[in-house]
T-cell receptor
Framework: AQTVTQSQPEMSVQEAETVTLSCTYD???????LFWYKQPPSRQMILVIR??????QNATENRFSVNFQKAAKSFSLKISDSQLGDAAMYFC????FGGGSEKLVFGKGTKLTVNP | EAGVAQSPRYKIIEKRQSVAFWCNPI?????LYWYQQILGQGPKLLIQ????????DSQLPKDRFSAERLKGVDSTLKIQPAKLEDSAVYLC????????????FGNGTRLTVT
């Protein structure tokens, strides 16, 4: 079974600075998807960025980018120019490419605090 | 487009009572998921529907939890009887068919069992 590990329960960053959240995963599959979701106090999970494992180029979405290291099974999220609205729980998630189940497997999350 | 709707937003019950949650997915989304998120943990899949059929319910405690998706649209998740350890946020999500289709989540129901 696939597992996702987020080793940083909490992180903090100064407004306008850059922060990197870590994620590692364990799988025997060669094709899969990886995601970062943001969960503010409203509880709604919001998709931040996603990466297809067969693509070598790292995904970017405005101030959010990933460092995907397939061999190391590492998928970190970099937030540049941090804003107060970025404060939330961040979850790394894995999704299988096949087998009939398209479920997401989540890590335990990292709580990000942005200091003004 | 309208998002995933869930109700109620909050629910407090005593142990051994029953409770039901409702979810209305985004129109046209064939796949519906129920996740359980215990405080301090990431969401864990309870059950996945494809239209009105069950794709994955391997982590659903079937002795007390049940779920249905009549007519392949909205869904209900029921707990009977509830235990203290069922206190959690219950998230519903939906997606269109395809592995590249992102999941869209509702705001969840926070259940407290006393």
């Amino acid at each position: 079974a696939q597992t996702v590990t987020q080793s940083q329960p909490e992180m903090s960053v100064q407004e306008a600075e850059t922060v990197t959240l870590s994620c590692t995963y364990d799988t025997s599959e060669s094709d899969y998807y990886l995601f970062w979701y943001k969960q503010p106090p409203s509880r709604q999970m919001i998709l931040v960025i996603r990466q297809e494992a067969y693509k070598q180029q790292n995904a970017t979405e405005n101030r959010f980018s990933v460092n995907f290291q397939k061999a190391a099974k590492s998928f970190s999220l970099k937030i540049s120019d941090s804003q107060l609205g970025d404060a939330a729980m961040y979850f790394c998630a894995y999704r299988s490419f096949g087998g009939g189940s398209e479920k997401l497997v989540f890590g335990k999350g990292t709580k990000l605090t942005v200091n003004p | 487009e309208a998002g995933v709707a869930q109700s109620p937003r909050y629910k407090i019950i005593e142990k051994r009572q029953s409770v039901a949650f409702w979810c209305n997915p985004i129109s046209g989304h064939a796949t519906l998921y129920w996740y359980q998120q215990i405080l301090g943990q990431g969401p864990k899949l309870l059950i996945q529907f494809q239209n009105n059929g069950v794709v994955d319910d391997s982590q659903l405690p079937k002795d007390r939890f049940s779920a249905e998706r009549l007519k392949g649209v909205d869904s209900t998740l029921k707990i009977q009887p509830a235990k203290l350890e069922d206190s959690a946020v219950y998230l519903c999500a939906s997606s269109s068919t395809g592995y590249n289709s992102p999941l869209h989540f509702g705001n969840g129901t926070r259940l407290t069992v006393t």
